[in-house]
């Protein structure tokens, strides 16, 4: 029995074996026993770290060294990072959303762009508004804009609803402050920035393939009314007092405009210079977001006739789905430490050399399997950073590298949406689409933003 225990935690096959056996019984708390993920991370965590022999005292700490724990060190070092962020960008959408920013954002592109190219104006509405709020969270505010614009254009609703979800799928997926790619910037250890910049250059062809292309193919090819009871809604709904076009897009680009001029300012800006030192202070996501936060709350709220409880209660209420997302990404920053201490991070990336297998592809391949079976984009974000994290620490990655295996990440934790995944279900109630017709149009669709998406990261990563 000794020999099988040394076998398992020295040797390269037998960590391998704790990897994959770990990641199997994760995956079946999740789907069959339906645990939560926070909780099946954390127990498949500290199981895996004493499985590998790892001493008690290093995974929970002692009174004699509190604080060093790699339970502690694992959640905190994370959170530190990317709490204040998701947060901040939580308020900011439900700021913009109560305002009627979405609404004032999706007319203006509708008049715009005219009846005839209303399907690219949802598509335009869905990629813009996208970036501040949830994906759940844009449906329920634009849904009542496609049922009124597929009316009155008298075609399928696909045409008008699938530019939009893939609007607000990949923004979800690829963009900050949205919880999957600040969590895997943070497990990743790579600039915001960055990744905002390349998960954008992911994230427009991706959408632009689904959610124009496809969505114009397949939206002439399966008609499916607007939901009368819908619609009936919809048309009731009065505008009321609204804030400006400029007014709404300016406060969702200052924060991405103020991260990127911070992190391309420490590399054009002369180092110690007063100009320098400004680009890096504002140009840190909390500043950042706390500024478009403030300006929000400010020109959305207290101008326009908002009470302060009333600015304060929207605040609250928009946090209380946060917290569990925290403690995803919390626990899975503690099962990639785990990973690290054990030696099985290492061990994975050394196989992946040994059999020719690009990080960029296996990252995209795990995040896939994960989203598959357990429908949670976040969680599967979060597991997968934690997995090849600790393979890719001392590879030497440029910081544009890192960025294109977080964006490869993201793009596998949208692939195949299916039963298991919230999203479905809204998609289907909310636009009238059987389960059948969403299997061919939201899970194709979801398909293609996640295959092209990654695509063009690996692309891109094979040229830089």
């Not at 762009?113 to 104006?121: D, H, I, T, Y």
């Not at 590879?395 to 949406?417: E, N, T, W």
């Not at 479905?424 to 061919?440: A, C, E, P, Q």
Request: contains cysteine; charged residues 10%.
């Amino acid at each position: 029995m000794s020999g099988f225990v040394d076998w398992l935690q020295h040797s390269t096959p037998g960590l391998l074996l704790l990897a994959a056996v770990g990641i199997a019984v994760l995956l079946s708390l999740i789907i069959r026993w339906k645990v939560e993920p926070f909780i099946a991370l954390l127990v498949i965590g500290l199981l895996t770290a004493l499985a590998a022999g790892l001493p008690v005292q290093s995974l929970v700490g002692s009174a004699q060294k509190p604080g060093e724990s790699l339970l502690e060190t694992g959640f905190g070092g994370i959170l530190g990072h990317i709490a204040a962020i998701i947060g901040l960008g939580t308020m900011l959408g439900a700021i913009l959303e109560a305002s009627g920013g979405a609404q004032v954002l999706t007319r203006s592109l509708l008049r715009a762009l005219g009846e005839n190219r209303a399907p690219l104006a949802m598509g335009l509405a869905g990629l813009i508004f996208g970036v501040p709020v949830f994906f759940d969270v844009g449906i329920f505010v634009l849904a009542p804009l496609v049922y009124v614009a597929a009316k009155q254009g008298g075609r399928s609703i696909l045409l008008y609803c699938l530019p939009l979800l893939a609007g607000l799928s990949v923004t979800h997926a690829f963009l900050p402050p949205h919880p999957g790619p600040v969590a895997a910037a943070g497990l990743l250890g790579v600039d915001l920035g960055w990744v905002i910049l390349m998960g954008a250059v992911c994230a427009i062809p991706a959408w632009y393939v689904g959610g124009v292309l496809f969505s114009s193919w397949i939206g002439k090819r399966i008609d499916i009314p607007v939901p009368e009871e819908m619609l009936a809604a919809a048309e009731t709904e009065r505008e009321g007092d609204e804030p400006g076009l400029g007014m709404v897009v300016g406060i969702i680009a200052i924060p991405l405009v103020l991260i990127l001029a911070g992190t391309f300012g420490s590399i054009w800006l002369p180092a110690g210079s007063t100009a320098a030192g400004v680009a890096n202070f504002i140009g840190t996501p909390a500043i950042a977001l706390t500024i478009a936060v403030l300006l929000a709350f400010w020109l959305l709220g207290y101008r326009r006739g908002m009470t302060k409880s009333q600015v304060a209660d929207l605040s609250a209420a928009s946090l209380r789905p946060v917290g569990m997302i925290l403690l995803v990404v919390g626990a899975g920053a503690f099962y990639g430490a785990v990973l690290k201490a054990t030696g099985i991070g290492g061990v994975i990336a050394g196989s992946l050399h040994d059999a020719g297998l690009p990080v960029i592809f296996a990252a995209y391949v795990i995040s896939c399997g994960l989203r598959i079976a357990q429908g949670s984009a976040t969680a599967a974000i979060a597991a997968s950073a934690a997995i090849i994290g600790p393979t890719i620490k001392d590879v030497g990655y440029s910081q544009p590298q890192l960025a294109l295996i977080a964006a490869a990440i993201c793009a596998g934790s949208i692939i195949a949406s299916h039963v298991n995944d919230g999203g479905f279900w809204i998609v289907s109630r909310y636009f009238g689409i059987s389960v059948k017709d969403t299997l061919k149009t939201w899970t194709v669709l979801e398909t293609i933003l996640s295959v092209v998406g990654f695509a063009v990261a690996a692309i891109l990563m094979a040229v830089i």
